[in-house]
């Protein structure tokens, strides 16, 4: 952090020094805070953050990690059920986009900022004043009326408190407007006087609310008598006489970045967890986009915000310092007048003056940007909001040519100023997200997978086996209203993986191949992979690859969610149809049991259709094994350990099954699902999909004649494994076909996720069944060795099941 980058030197000491102002508390103050002086008839000292990226160019990842931390401490403070009911809100300009960082680390908050910048059309649902700042009048504009209406909790973050004034006219208004019972204030540093902590208590007490407090570091400014007049006679003593700005030497070059279309540019009429989901999934294209654009010995690159404009361009900042070979830093624009002074001992070494060019409400002025000038950026990526792309950027005395006097290159990127629709628009479907991908969310390159789902990480999904098994059978929850607790594979289990891995891997990779051929030579010559997640996700992943080694495709690939009961997720094919030809649109399992989904899928389409009267769309699936006789696409019908049904997120690039529950997934989301980054040590994800590839080439003549087999072959589906789990049902006094689930693949689920009964086993079935037997010890679960059985094997399910029908020891008891 910057606390002494100026060899050695405190960036406080000058002001310190003449002023006789003493910075007094944590130890921390030092690094957070440097000191400097503004022409303000209400404060002439200016505490000068190092980590907000408003004065001080710093590295985007100190900045973001410093709001993401602040975020994860009141996470903590409120707990998780209370974290889920809160509004994040910051305060304009500097501290936009620390709120936006405050935001994501609460998790599911959603995010709003004051601005002082009126949209036409947009009701004010809250205004209040800034005490001692240059431009007081905050303005809330939400683009959802009820955003800042409920009994949760709200979050007001802002840079500094000094005196608590802007917090209490913030809660005062708002509390008359939407009482609530709790608020949370957050800045990075804590600066009041013992009397103006007494004076919150106070408030609080009088408006019958609790207030907590969160910073990363506190103290106090000691400030002698006469202080104000002393520091506007030094600001008069140093203010330099108007010079003649330098000629601009750089080039200017614009960037398209490809802003996702309808995602909001900040927090000004609000940014909730959706749209942060399809910032994050957008976030790596884009940053390529810049890192293409720069010059190829670029060493040291400032992305510079614009005023209220922080948070995408810091998330932009942040990923380029990931890609780029460069030393990236971040700062923004702003409104503030400051004095500069170049000494090590100050912390606004040099500014560079420029008129506003977005028009303001206020009427024209002059805007800066600090520590740019002198400091050694060979390229600056100007990130603006398209009203603020106007012809004053442009003009000779503009901010782009102020800035190419200082870098020989600069890059102009361009957001689009969200505008809400007009309050008498009817109500329509939200735009959706895009997907996500890794490494944001699930272990799989970003290219693999983009997963049409909604991330739930930070919500608590998980519950024992057994209370979700009788919650499921009972009637009182559906399984895909909550998650099992993850399978923790012992070394004894790993190793069975690896084991059946190299054994299985040059068999998987000639279904693989099969199954993409007839895909290639029946479906469509450029089929979109959907796969069905998440067992279907490694085989599309696999196909993606068979297609690009044997035929230089480069296949789009999407996972979506498909739920018994509830049919597939109707907006991820709504995008997909926005997207994509739906005649192309390939959907992908691993395998069938007794082809449950494979019909699920068939009536989802045609409700599908008849509500969106979008068709196009084939339910038909493409399987790598189809022992049921189920679907028509397959590359075999043998029964066979496939890998990845060994384990769960651990071989699926860490992802949970979907979740569909109303309260978390509304009518214009994406199923949900978790990306569990805490197991990755264990994930062998890229490992399966690495050995299976590897054997590619030697399979590849193999694959050609089992093609040409398959093609002309008659694949129509007989549906026997349906007829099988029927008799099985009524053999063992079931009566429920949802309880029997045939084949390795469902039975290994039954093992890890359910409460097994008893497993059926054909008599004489080897090596792929070691696991089977592995987890039914384990499980204390019964194995049945039958004569005749159409599958290697059948897990059953506990057929009356009650945590009573249970041991002692927890395991499954004979009915």
Request: negative net charge; glycine residues 10%; charged residues 25%.
């Amino acid at each position: 952090m910057n606390n002494a980058g100026n060899n050695g030197v405190w960036s406080g000491s000058w002001v310190a020094e003449r002023l006789g102002v003493e910075l007094a508390g944590d130890d921390e103050l030092a690094c957070l805070l440097g000191m400097a002086l503004r022409r303000n008839p209400k404060r002439a000292h200016l505490l000068v953050s190092n980590v907000l990226g408003k004065h001080v160019p710093q590295s985007p990842s100190v900045v973001y990690g410093h709001g993401f931390a602040l975020g994860r401490r009141v996470r903590e403070l409120l707990g998780a059920e209370q974290a889920r009911k809160a509004v994040v809100l910051g305060y304009a300009e500097t501290a936009t986009g620390l709120g936006h960082s405050v935001a994501d680390g609460v998790g599911l908050a959603p995010y709003l900022h004051s601005t002082r910048r009126p949209v036409p059309g947009v009701a004010t649902a809250g205004g209040f004043e800034e005490s001692h700042s240059h431009a007081t009048s905050h303005l809330l504009l939400p683009e959802d009326p009820a955003l800042l209406v409920g009994d949760g909790p709200l979050v007001l973050v802002d840079d500094e408190f000094s005196t608590g004034n802007t917090v209490l006219n913030t809660i005062r208004d708002l509390h008359e407007r939407y009482p609530r019972g709790r608020y949370v204030v957050v800045a990075l540093v804590d600066m009041r006087s013992a009397a103006d902590m007494d004076r919150l208590a106070d408030f609080a007490r009088e408006i019958g609310a609790r207030v907590d407090l969160v910073a990363a570091a506190s103290g106090h400014v000691r400030l002698p008598e006469g202080v104000l007049e002393k520091g506007q006679e030094l600001v008069a003593r140093y203010e330099p006489a108007t010079a003649p700005a330098e000629p601009p030497y750089g080039r200017v070059a614009r960037v398209d970045l490809c802003w996702p279309r309808g995602l909001p540019d900040g927090g000004r009429h609000g940014f909730t967890p959706a749209h942060r989901a399809r910032l994050e999934g957008a976030l790596p294209a884009m940053a390529a986009r810049l890192a293409e654009a720069l010059p190829a010995d670029a060493s040291r690159v400032l992305v510079l915000g614009f005023e209220e404009l922080m948070y995408a361009p810091l998330r932009l900042a942040r990923e380029l310092e990931q890609v780029a070979h460069a030393e990236v830093r971040y700062s923004t624009t702003t409104r503030s007048p400051v004095l500069a002074v170049d000494d090590p001992g100050y912390a606004i070494r040099s500014r560079i003056v420029f008129p506003a060019h977005d028009d303001p409400a206020d009427g024209p002025g002059e805007r800066y940007a600090y520590n740019v000038a002198g400091a050694g950026f060979d390229a600056v990526v100007a990130v603006v909001d398209s009203v603020a792309d106007t012809p004053a950027l442009h003009a000779p005395d503009g901010l782009l040519s102020r800035l190419a006097a200082h870098a020989p290159h600069v890059l102009l990127a361009v957001v689009p100023s969200y505008a809400p629709e007009p309050l008498h628009v009817p109500e329509r479907p939200s735009m959706l997200p895009e997907p996500l991908r890794g490494p944001a969310f699930s272990s799989y390159p970003p290219e693999e997978v983009g997963w049409l789902l909604r991330d739930l990480s930070d919500v608590t999904l998980e519950a024992p086996t057994e209370e979700r098994e009788e919650a499921i059978q009972s009637g009182g929850a559906h399984y895909a209203e909550s998650l099992p607790v993850e399978y923790q594979p012992s070394e004894q289990y790993q190793e069975l993986f690896h084991t059946a891995l190299e054994a299985s891997a040059a068999r998987i990779a000639q279904a693989v191949g099969a199954v993409t051929e007839l895909v290639l030579a029946e479906r469509s010559p450029r089929p979109v992979l959907v796969s069905l997640a998440r067992a279907g996700t490694p085989v599309g992943v696999l196909m993606r690859r068979w297609a690009q080694f044997r035929h230089g495709l480069d296949l789009p690939h999407y996972a979506v969610s498909i739920v018994r009961g509830r049919g597939i997720d109707a907006n991820a094919l709504r995008w997909l149809a926005a997207h994509h030809d739906p005649g192309d649109v390939v959907f992908v399992d691993g395998w069938t049991g007794k082809g449950a989904i494979t019909r699920e899928l068939a009536e989802a389409v045609k409700e599908f259709e008849a509500s969106d009267g979008i068709t196009g769309f084939d339910p038909e699936i493409a399987v790598l094994a189809d022992p049921g006789s189920c679907v028509r696409t397959y590359g075999t019908r043998e029964d066979f350990l496939i890998p990845s049904a060994c384990l769960n997120s651990t071989v699926s690039g860490l992802i949970s099954r979907t979740v569909l529950r109303a309260d978390l997934v509304g009518p214009h989301d994406f199923h949900g699902a978790k990306f569990y980054r805490e197991l990755a040590g264990a994930d062998v994800s890229v490992d399966f999909l690495d050995a299976v590839a590897a054997r590619f080439p030697e399979v590849a003549e193999a694959v050609d004649a089992q093609a040409k087999e398959l093609l002309s072959a008659d694949r129509a589906p007989t549906w026997e494994g349906w007829a099988a789990v029927e008799r099985i049902s009524e053999d063992h006094g079931i009566h429920d076909v949802n309880l029997v689930k045939p084949g390795v693949g469902e039975t290994t689920r039954v093992l890890l996720r359910r409460v097994p009964w008893k497993i059926l086993a054909r008599a004489g079935a080897g090596a792929d069944l070691d696991h089977v037997r592995l987890l039914a010890d384990q499980r204390g679960v019964p194995v049945e060795e039958v004569d005749g059985l159409p599958y290697t094997c059948v897990g059953l399910i506990h057929p009356r099941y009650t945590r009573g029908a249970t041991g002692a020891d927890g395991r499954a008891v004979t009915v």
